[in-house]
């Protein structure tokens, strides 16, 4: 069985009562096709949908009964089920009514839709009415996508967070008693984006560093000291309880890894670290699809990097255990770091992306922005609201830790920016150069822990895994994901003139 899904959308002049109906068929992701395979002790969807006692209606409806709208068309491939940069949301709409001021958001009909099949062969159609002042501008994109993520949404220009509270990282994958059993030796720093891993589930292991990590530079245990870091490699467990696999929480803490492996530093690196007792700084990325742990440096006094000067990358390839040098430019026009609170493991200016180094250009310098340097070309551009004004900052800092995928960061506001235009937790999109804002809830239990709301340090797998997000023992699904995608044949716009409504279909088909 399939299924088939069908968009109706009909733009009312609600002065003049003219009618325009657009329809298109849409292609549904293998997002469900991809959670729902087994991945042992870090679960998946099935897990979810078991341990939280849902039906298989409930279960679709929990990951379709959200609508996103974008300004532009989504790439058109089934695999291609996560947010990316470059898209605006224009509006959503969740699985309820809304009469807030959010004006991206719209309401949910429920008595013009139908959950299971009424004998007009329509399984499922969901139907959302927007008003005039809600989801204006261009539509070229219309996906379905979990009800929770509706709620969250794609980023906004308003900071409206009047809708209902929902945590981002809610749909833990497995919640077993013993999922403690696949916690590894590490630093267990979860705050820390530097404790990053690799899943390589090709190969059924995990591979982290457990030497070369720390908050202090200058003295032995850092890189900057050893010129060196240790890998550690661990098999993936497959079931929360086996004879192969420990499920003690202790017990795994205190395993030893099945292999280990001594990178040393390059020697142009070494050359930039020679002197000593200098307070250094460092950033790390993991590249989860191509196994490529990326190390950036601030070598200089205080953990710096002058204006103009190199931004020098240590790429170990954890396939081959290799390492190469990448240089960027500091295109920014100031000195970035140049504060000693930069060499904590828990304190960061600078983030790499897949094509983007992102930078804060810190209040010494006499201002404060977010830049991002393109990686090939060089060009630095300065990221603001979407509605074009500065990023509004309220102390010298920007955050601690954040999640990166692609050319996106997901990050926490805590106390640096402005409440007011500025909500608790944002995206910054560096093909647009935006910051956006999203709704979800500051507490213990969703993205962060504390008063803080820091991040933990997860780890955003790929492939066939790209929708699972791991943090330790524990794995998430990743919320930015469609479960289908609408690409219109010609973008619509809809103004304050028009009221809207869209009938999303889903059909099954043999």
Same mark, same amino acid.
């Given at each position: 069985?399939?299924?088939?899904?069908?968009?109706?959308?009909?733009?009312?002049?609600?002065?003049?009562?003219?009618?325009?109906?657009?329809?298109?068929?849409?292609?549904?992701?293998?997002?469900?096709?991809?959670?729902?395979?087994?991945?042992?002790?870090?679960?998946?969807?099935?897990?979810?949908?078991?341990?939280?006692?849902?039906?298989?209606?409930?279960?679709?409806?929990?990951?379709?009964?959200?609508?996103?709208?974008?300004?532009?068309?989504?790439?058109?491939?089934?695999?291609?089920?996560?947010?990316?940069?470059?898209?605006?949301?224009?509006?959503?709409?969740?699985?309820?009514?809304?009469?807030?001021?959010?004006?991206?958001?719209?309401?949910?009909?429920?008595?013009?839709?139908?959950?299971?099949?009424?004998?007009?062969?329509?399984?499922?159609?969901?139907?959302?009415?927007?008003?005039?002042?809600?989801?204006?501008?261009?539509?070229?994109?219309?996906?379905?996508?979990?009800?929770?993520?509706?709620?969250?949404?794609?980023?906004?220009?308003?900071?409206?967070?009047?809708?209902?509270?929902?945590?981002?990282?809610?749909?833990?994958?497995?919640?077993?008693?013993?999922?403690?059993?696949?916690?590894?030796?590490?630093?267990?720093?979860?705050?820390?984006?530097?404790?990053?891993?690799?899943?390589?589930?090709?190969?059924?292991?995990?591979?982290?560093?457990?030497?070369?990590?720390?908050?202090?530079?200058?003295?032995?245990?850092?890189?900057?000291?050893?010129?060196?870091?240790?890998?550690?490699?661990?098999?993936?467990?497959?079931?929360?309880?086996?004879?192969?696999?420990?499920?003690?929480?202790?017990?795994?803490?205190?395993?030893?890894?099945? =292999?280990?492996?001594?990178?040393?530093?390059?020697?142009? *690196? +070494?050359?930039?670290? $020679?002197?000593?007792?200098?307070?250094? &700084? !460092?950033?790390?990325?993991?590249?989860?699809?191509?196994?490529?742990?990326?190390?950036?440096?601030?070598?200089?006094?205080?953990?710096?990097?002058?204006?103009?000067?190199?931004?020098?990358?240590?790429?170990?390839?954890?396939?081959?255990?290799?390492?190469?040098?990448?240089?960027?430019?500091?295109?920014?026009?100031?000195?970035?770091?140049?504060?000693?609170?930069?060499?904590?493991?828990?304190?960061?200016?600078?983030?790499?992306?897949?094509?983007?180094?992102?930078?804060?250009?810190?209040?010494?310098?006499?201002?404060?922005?977010?830049?991002?340097?393109? =990686?090939?070309?060089?060009?630095?551009?300065?990221?603001? *609201? +979407?509605?074009?004004? $500065?990023?509004?900052?309220?102390?010298? &800092? !920007?955050?601690?830790?954040?999640?990166?995928?692609?050319?996106?960061?997901?990050?926490?506001?805590?106390?640096?920016?402005?409440?007011?235009?500025?909500?608790?937790?944002?995206?910054?999109?560096?093909?647009?150069?935006?910051?956006?804002?999203?709704?979800?809830?500051?507490?213990?239990?969703?993205?962060?822990?504390?008063?803080?709301?820091?991040?933990?340090?997860?780890?955003?797998?790929?492939?066939?895994?790209?929708?699972?997000?791991?943090?330790?023992?524990?794995?998430?699904?990743?919320?930015?994901?469609?479960?289908?995608?609408?690409?219109?044949?010609?973008?619509?716009?809809?103004?304050?003139?028009?009221?809207?409504?869209?009938?999303?279909?889903?059909?099954?088909?043999?």
């Amino acid at each position: 069985m399939r299924l088939k899904g069908h968009t109706k959308i009909e733009l009312t002049n609600v002065k003049t009562g003219e009618k325009k109906t657009y329809e298109k068929d849409n292609f549904v992701t293998n997002l469900f096709r991809d959670a729902m395979q087994p991945a042992g002790a870090y679960g998946d969807l099935r897990k979810y949908f078991a341990n939280n006692r849902k039906t298989a209606q409930e279960a679709l409806l929990d990951m379709t009964r959200g609508i996103v709208l974008f300004d532009t068309a989504l790439p058109a491939d089934p695999d291609a089920y996560t947010l990316p940069a470059g898209v605006n949301m224009t509006g959503r709409g969740t699985d309820a009514a809304y009469n807030g001021k959010d004006n991206t958001l719209g309401s949910y009909n429920a008595s013009e839709s139908v959950i299971d099949n009424d004998g007009s062969n329509v399984g499922y159609r969901f139907v959302w009415d927007f008003s005039t002042q809600q989801a204006n501008g261009i539509i070229k994109s219309i996906c379905l996508t979990p009800t929770a993520t509706a709620n969250i949404g794609f980023g906004k220009s308003n900071a409206v967070e009047d809708n209902n509270k929902i945590k981002l990282w809610e749909k833990e994958l497995e919640n077993s008693a013993y999922v403690e059993g696949a916690v590894y030796p590490g630093y267990d720093s979860r705050s820390d984006q530097k404790d990053m891993i690799w899943m390589d589930f090709a190969k059924n292991r995990l591979l982290r560093v457990t030497s070369g990590f720390t908050s202090n530079s200058r003295a032995a245990g850092s890189f900057f000291v050893d010129k060196s870091i240790i890998i550690s490699e661990y098999r993936i467990p497959i079931n929360n309880r086996s004879i192969f696999d420990s499920y003690s929480a202790t017990e795994r803490r205190n395993m030893s890894p099945a =292999k280990t492996y001594t990178v040393s530093m390059p020697a142009e *690196l +070494m050359a930039l670290c $020679a002197e000593t007792n200098v307070y250094r &700084g !460092f950033e790390t990325r993991t590249d989860q699809k191509n196994g490529i742990l990326s190390i950036i440096l601030l070598p200089e006094a205080k953990c710096s990097i002058s204006a103009g000067g190199t931004i020098y990358a240590w790429e170990i390839n954890l396939n081959t255990m290799t390492s190469t040098v990448k240089k960027y430019t500091n295109n920014t026009g100031y000195t970035l770091g140049n504060n000693t609170a930069y060499e904590s493991c828990d304190s960061h200016c600078i983030y790499e992306l897949d094509d983007y180094i992102v930078t804060y250009i810190p209040k010494s310098t006499g201002t404060q922005k977010i830049c991002c340097i393109n =990686k090939a070309s060089g060009e630095c551009k300065e990221i603001h *609201l +979407m509605d074009g004004s $500065a990023v509004p900052f309220k102390t010298d &800092g !920007f955050c601690n830790n954040c999640i990166r995928t692609g050319n996106l960061m997901i990050c926490a506001r805590q106390n640096s920016l402005d409440s007011t235009k500025v909500t608790a937790y944002f995206i910054i999109d560096c093909v647009t150069g935006t910051l956006k804002n999203i709704e979800c809830y500051n507490n213990y239990n969703s993205v962060g822990y504390g008063n803080s709301g820091y991040f933990y340090d997860y780890a955003l797998c790929a492939g066939s895994r790209k929708y699972m997000m791991i943090q330790n023992a524990r794995a998430f699904l990743y919320p930015f994901v469609f479960f289908t995608i609408n690409n219109l044949d010609t973008p619509i716009e809809k103004t304050d003139e028009q009221a809207m409504k869209i009938t999303y279909t889903l059909t099954k088909t043999e």
